[in-house]
């Protein structure tokens, strides 16, 4: 019994996707178990940022000098980088000038002697 042209492209298109659909179930086990490491991972980060005990931190009490101290050094900083930055602007808007006015005398005077 010979096989007419059409059932030769069904059985190959029926092929394929059975090809397919096994490579899938074969690949699944391999996906599951990524996932299930991935899932791992994030919980073993977790773990390691909780705070275990608490006995330590009991009778740990946070003074207000040092709080004060603290938003006292960062508002320094602030406005420390503030000054820089107008500074360096400055300086950057007189080289513009002097970039400028340079480039402005160029060609004005002549050098040449007849």
Not at 22 to 37: E, G, H, S
Not at 59 to 69: L, P, V
Not at 77 to 96: A, D, G, T, Y
């Amino acid at each position: 019994m010979s096989i007419k042209p059409i059932d030769m492209h069904l059985s190959y298109a029926n092929a394929i996707k059975e090809a397919k659909v096994k490579q899938n179930d074969f690949n699944r086990l391999k996906v599951q178990i990524d996932q299930i490491q991935n899932q791992q991972e994030i919980l073993i980060k977790k773990n390691l940022s909780k705070v275990r005990t608490a006995e330590g931190s009991e009778h740990a009490r946070i003074s207000k000098e040092k709080t004060n101290r603290d938003q006292h050094n960062t508002k320094q900083r602030k406005r420390h980088n503030k000054k820089k930055s107008q500074k360096s602007e400055e300086e950057n808007s007189l080289k513009r000038r002097e970039l400028i006015d340079k480039s402005k005398k160029i060609g004005t005077v002549l050098d040449i002697k007849i």
